[in-house]
Each structure stands twice: as C-alpha cells, then as structure tokens.
C-alpha cells in the first residue's frame, strides 16, 4: 500500500499494538470552562473600511468573565493534584458576523498581543480562510467566552541516530505469501533487536503485542528507542514526473497507472465530498443541512466534469454546462474577465445551464500562479426564491418568471468581497413577488462559497503534493477511463441485442417522450435521437436540454458494469438529438419547475427501457412545498424502486435522479407549524413479478397554523411499467382530508389553502415488477 501511494518511510512504533492506550498515558490534562454570551465585540466602521479601533464594547466584562472562567478551571485542575505553576491557560471566544449563523471559535493570538481588537483581526483572518471572503459593514458579536486550562503532557523527543550494526541473528523461518508467491523467510524475535540492527525484507517479526511483515524490497532500522524506521524502495522503473515545485526538471511522458488511477479517482471524489460535507456544516436551511438537496463537483478548465460526490444526480450533468456558460460569458467580448477574487452565481435553467430555479449553482475558480487550473462548484436547492407560491415549486406556473428570480450571470463575491447588496437586490424585486427565506438565501449562498472554498484548498494540497502534471493529466485520464467504460458498454449491448434501440414513455398528461439510440458496434459511438417526444407544454414539465444531459448521464453510469467516476467522459461516445421547442429543449421564458424534478425521472425511465435493464420506479419525486408570507418549505418524498433480473425493487427510497434525504419528523416539527401524522410503507404498492417491484409510501402532514400548501407530481394516471412479464407499480394518490373527514382527491398538481385540523396525505407509487410470477 505504501509503495503504491509512493510513500518511501513507514515508521512503526515498538508500542504499536497497544499505540492508543500508550498515548493516553502522555495526553495532556484539559479542563474547560464555557458560558454564553451576548456581546458586541468589534463596531464596523460607516463607509465599511474595518472596525472602529476606538470602541471596544465588551472591554469592561470580557476579561472578567474570561478570568473568572479561568480561575474555576485551574482550580479543577488543583484539585486533581497538578501545581498551580503547571498549568496553561487558552482563552477562546466564540465570534460570528451580525446576521450570520456560523460562529467560529478564535483563540487569543500571541501575534497580535497589545494590538487593538486583536480577536477582530484573527476572526477575520480565519472567516476568509473558511469561507473565501470578508463581510463587510457588518459587526463583529460574541456568542461565548471559552477558556480552557491544560497541564501539558509528556512531548516525545527524536531518539539520536544510531550507527549500523547489521543484521540479527534470525529466530527461524516460516513459509510466507508475497506478491512473488511462496516464499521462506527469516523470523525475528522483537524482543532481541538492539539499536542499529538492519533487516531486509521480506521477513516476519514477532512481539508479544503484535506482528510485523516486512515487505519486499523494504528495509527495517531498529532506533535508538527501539522503535522500526522502515524504507520502502520505490516501485520498479517508477518515473518520477512531480513537477512544477519551482525546479528545472526535465519533463516525461506521463503514463496512466492503473493504481494511480483508482487513488486520483478516489482523491478527486474525496476532494467533492469534503465540500459537501462543508457545505451541510454551514448552512442553515433545513433543505441543505438535514435533507442534502445540493451536489459539489470538479471541473476542468474548460468546464469538463472531473468528479463529483455522489450527491444528486439531476444536478450534475447539468453543472457542468453551468460552468461552461459562465466562463464563456465572462470571457466574451465587452465582459470584465475572471480574476483571482471571483465566485459566480447563476440559476436560470435555459440560458445558463440551470436545472430549474430553486437549484441556485455557485462557481469559483482555482487559480495557480495567475493561471485558471480547475473549477469547483456547488448548487443547492434553495427553500424559496420567490416565484407565485410559497417554496417556489408552483404545480401551475406556465412561465419561468412565475417560479421565482432567475440569475443569468452574476459574482456573488468580487475582489474576495461578497456582494450581499447585489444579491440581495436579485432575489427581493421580482414581479411575481421576492424571496420568502433572505435569511436562509443569504447563508446558504454564503455555505455554498465556503464550500467551494475548501475544495480550492484540497485542490492546490493535491498540486503541492503530486505536481501540476500529474494531477491535470489524471483528470484527463480518469475522463478517458470513463469514455472507455460507456463505449465498452455499448458495444456490448449492440453485439447481444442489436445496434438500435428504441422506447417511448409518457407523462400523465398524454406527453410522449420517445427515444431512439443508434450504436456504432465498432467504436462504440451512440446517437440518442429523442425525435417524436411531445412539444413543450402550457405547464412547467418542460426540461431544459441540461436536464436531459443528466439523466443520460445518470443512467449510463448505472449501466457500466464497473467502479468509475460519473464525469464528462460518459457522455464522450454519445450525440444528442433533441428536437427545439420539444418539452425537452423548450423556449427560454417557459415553466420548466417540474421538468428538473418530474419529466427527468421519466428520461431515465426511458432509457433504461431501451436498455432492457429493469422496470420503472416510481418516476416521480413526489415535490411537496408549504409555506405563508413569512417561510417556505420544500421535500422531496419516496417511493418504490424498480425490480430487476436478479433484484427485487427497494422500497421507501429515493431513485434515480434524487438522492435526497427526508426532514427528520423531530427537526420537521421544530423548525416549521406542522405535525407529521403518519410516515410509513405503501404495503402492496409495488409490481408483482419474479422479482417484485418496491413499494411506495404514506405520509400525512397537518398544519399548526393556517398555510398553502402544494403538491406537484406524476405517475398519478400511468403506472410505472414493468418488465420481462412484471405487473406496474401502483399509481400514487394524493388526498386533502378535511375536518369532517372526508377524503377528497386533489390530482397530481394542485396549490391551495390548508387549514388547521385538515390535513393532506401522500401516497407515493411503487416500482414495477420484474419476471413473470412463479
């Protein structure tokens, strides 16, 4: 493993077996002390140029509050026994900008001891580093005093070198399996090594607390500690091509690495990972931190999809004609350029690479010595943009402008300072009416940099690390590596089931969507020709062509019988025929809401129809949204997967083009005026069959307060379809039950008033079976 990594030194504790109790022995002594507080810590200045030096409201209680809790925790550490000379006193507070939610806790800095202010200076400092800009204008507020006393434990110091005094003498030898084959090696007792012995590898060394292989090639040191300094020799003919690290080295070819390969892969997705999981941290809407409504992913310079975590997969395909819009955009003639400072905010789903208007795109460049090496982006599903209802997913919108504030271009942070004036300015003068959640908008765009900002700094680790070679010709070949996988796929298909495929689908409202897919056996080329689909319609199911990009995605990667990257190379062998003004590549002033969260699921449906690869899930996110004046709610609800030829269909989950997670029932009930009434399995829902189709779910919801409340869905007429022999799933149903309680079915789309004591409940359908019954 070592050697793969390229790692040349593995150092082995004599404690190893035992490292973590050992270490425990040696920790330090900690007792903290913390209260919460209320406090101005640091006034901005009117024309918003800094803090005013001259004002310090917290100065006469902040160091009283901060010795008292110190005083408490040194006396804690007394008692257990430790000298009052002993002991270390931190002082922490924990500070945040007026009208933000994330606090980060600053300890007192020797650096700027005797300045003015010096916590200020380090929040600052700290707040760009994790988010990538500065607030300005804005007041700086202390949220708790912290203080934390400590008794430093033992610090291990670097034993002396030791000359060599060669080899031990061996114990034995045993028969032993390396990547050679059999082989007999010599066997050492830990116990008799002495400083200075030497042991080549492979060999096996005993101690009564654990056992250690040592490779082949490699070579053991005994220290002065009697601790293991193993080197690893490097892999055979292994070039050595880091670079750009300032040295005039010469240049080689590099070779794809089948290992290297598999570890790019996986540092690319760890590197989007840690941005989501940056970006939950930090933001604050429900839709974000609880349900993960967002996706991050790299890119290439030109906008090429690298990685992604494996988030939302609607989201994906379409970021990246996002990135690639906005960096056409800002180049073109007449525009300010990109610089080093800049983070873009784009939403609008036909002109910009959107998905629909809720899904806001952040996108941020990474610049290397003056040069844009990658991007990094998120989108997040906002709660509400606007737009004539609350959650601004209307089930009846017909234009794009009635579903919320559309962004075309716009740099939501400019010379590392965020544009909250601007932004603010987009999301609240709307004609339909703005933004119900500012707040929630604010600090989730806010999150949505920071998180773009982490990923930047992962990136340029992974330069320093490997080189600027290494790391852009990687991406390139983890692209290749999936072109190749998708080609190979395809012409496996042709060659058992022929070179043309076909299916067709509809929506409940009669909307064809037809497919036909050309595959050149030889290359491995595919037209998907989606000619007969319906035209765009009076509604909101339209789909941008971005949409469309990512269902294809989305499902050739989950035909490729192997572990790789969903990236831009997928969609390498493949030709997009969609016809204009078709619900799949509408005009750009039509509603297109439901067509990111409806008409996509029913795209991946018929493909994988094509594809013979299973039966129908449920094809529907089941979209549910409440609200008033004040607050928008939005969730995505479950259903049943569809069955396949070795599988039964899972059921009560997300499929397909969502990957979302439902509100927990505790933080649904806390954060909004609902009861959650019933949430559970739709028994029966799913197709029969050889192998049988997931079943959908049940979930009422009653409002606290009087609310509107919508739901916009499908396969409420047509079943999802089964296959091979298998029963469709069951349709789904959505019912208002009114205070007497009767029961009235209010179809697939509707918006409307809810009042106390009524409730609505959502009967999600189930997938379809596979296989004729037994």
């Known amino acids: 493993m070592a050697r793969a990594l390229g790692i040349t ?4 504790h004599r404690y190893g077996g035992i490292l973590s109790a050992y270490g425990l022995s040696m920790a330090d002594a900690v007792v903290e002390e913390q209260e919460p507080a209320k406090e101005v810590y640091a006034v901005a200045k009117d024309d918003a140029s800094g803090f005013d030096e001259d004002q310090d409201p917290s100065a006469s209680t902040r160091e009283v509050r901060l010795e008292q809790q110190a005083e408490k925790a040194r006396s804690s550490l007394m008692k257990q026994g430790y000298s009052e000379e002993s002991i270390v006193i931190e002082k922490y507070l924990n500070m945040r900008y007026e009208g933000t939610d994330n606090a980060i806790m600053i300890k007192e800095s020797k650096h700027y001891a005797g300045a003015k202010l010096p916590y200020a200076k380090t929040f600052v400092e700290q707040y760009h580093r994790e988010f ?11 949220d708790d005093f912290r203080v934390r006393a400590l008794v430093p434990g033992a610090t291990p110091t670097l034993p002396p ?3 060599p005094i060669g080899p031990p003498p061996a114990s034995g030898s045993t028969r032993a399996y390396f990547e050679r084959g059999w082989e007999t090696v010599s066997t050492y007792d830990f116990d008799d090594l002495k400083p200075g012995h ?3 590898g492979p060999a096996v060394l005993f101690q009564s607390i654990s056992t250690i292989v040592l490779e082949i090639d490699c070579t053991a040191h005994v220290t002065a500690e009697g601790d293991l300094d193993i080197n690893v020799a490097p892999k055979k003919n292994d070039d050595d091509t880091k670079s750009d690290r300032g040295s005039e080295e010469e240049k080689v070819e590099i070779k794809e690495d089948p290992v290297q390969l598999s570890i790019y892969a996986h540092r690319f997705m760890g590197i989007a990972e840690q941005m989501g999981r940056t970006l939950a941290r930090t933001a604050i809407s429900v839709n974000i931190k609880e349900r993960l409504d967002f996706s991050c992913a790299l890119f290439t310079s030109d906008g090429g999809l690298v990685a992604n975590a494996p988030h939302i997969p609607v989201h994906l395909g379409a970021m990246q004609s996002a990135v690639r819009f906005q960096v056409e955009y800002w180049n073109s003639e007449g525009r300010e350029g990109i610089k080093e400072g800049d983070v873009f905010v784009a939403n609008h789903p036909q002109l910009a690479g959107g998905s629909h208007l809720p899904d806001i795109t952040v996108i941020t460049p990474v610049f290397h010595q003056g040069n844009i090496l990658f991007f990094v982006a998120s989108r997040g599903h906002h709660s509400d943009i606007g737009g004539i209802s609350p959650g601004s997913m209307p089930p009846h919108s017909t234009t794009l402008e009635e579903e919320g504030c559309a962004i075309i271009a716009f740099k939501l942070v400019k010379d590392g300072k965020f544009q909250e004036a601007g932004i603010t300015d987009i999301l609240v003068n709307q004609k339909h009416g703005g933004t119900r959640n500012l707040k929630d908008n604010l600090s989730d765009l806010r999150a949505q940099v920071a998180a773009n900002n982490s990923g930047i700094r992962l990136l340029h680790s992974l330069v320093n690390e490997n080189g600027l070679e290494n790391v852009e010709a990687y991406m390139h070949f983890i692209q290749h590596n999936a072109e190749m996988a998708v080609r190979n796929m395809l012409k496996s298909f042709a060659s058992t089931h022929g070179a043309r495929a076909s299916a067709i689908d509809y929506l409940d409202d009669g909307s064809p969507i037809q497919l036909t897919i050309d595959i050149d056996p030889e290359t491995g080329n595919a037209c998907f020709d989606f000619e007969g689909t319906g035209p765009q319609i009076l509604g909101n199911l339209n789909a941008p062509p ?3 990009y990512s269902a294809v995605i989305y499902s050739l990667r989950s035909l490729v019988g192997q572990d790789i990257p969903l990236n831009q190379g997928c969609l390498a062998p493949i030709e997009f025929k969609i016809p204009p003004f078709s619900l799949l590549n509408p005009s750009d002033d039509v509603g297109v809401v439901g067509g990111n969260v409806l008409t996509s699921q029913r795209v991946v449906d018929v493909v994988l129809k094509a594809f013979k690869a299973c039966a129908a899930s449920q094809g529907c996110m ?4 409440f609200g008033d004046d004040r607050f928008g709610y939005y969730e995505t609800i479950a259903g049943g997967a569809g069955a396949g030829p070795t599988w039964d269909g899972r059921s009560g989950v997300h499929t397909h083009c969502t990957n979302t997670r439902i509100t927990d029932p505790e933080i649904l009930e806390r954060r909004y005026p609902v009861l959650l009434r019933r949430f559970g399995l739709r028994t029966g829902s799913g197709g029969a069959g050889m192998h049988k189709g997931g079943d959908g779910v049940i ?12 739901i916009l869905s499908e396969r409420r007429c047509l079943r999802p379809y089964g ?12 019912l208002l039950i009114k205070k007497g309680g009767i029961a009235l079915n209010i179809g697939a789309k509707r918006s409307g008033p809810i009042d106390v004591g009524e409730s609505l409940v959502i009967e999600s359908p189930g997938g379809g079976g596979y296989g004729n019954v037994m």
Request: hydrophobic share 35%; net charge positive; charged share 30%.
């Open 161 to 163: 070198k030791v000359p």
């Open 723 to 734: 296959m091979a022999g298998g029963e469709g799933g069951k349709t789904g149903r959505n």
């Open 9 to 12: 030194k593995v150092y082995v």
């Open 546 to 548: 971005a949409v469309t």
């Open 198 to 200: 030497e042991i080549k």
């Open 699 to 710: 979930r009422e919801i009653e409002p606290l307060r009087p609310l509107t409340m919508s």
């Open 132 to 142: 990538g800009f500065e607030l300005e204008g804005r007041d700086i507020l202390i």
């Open 622 to 625: 089941n979209n549910l949204t």
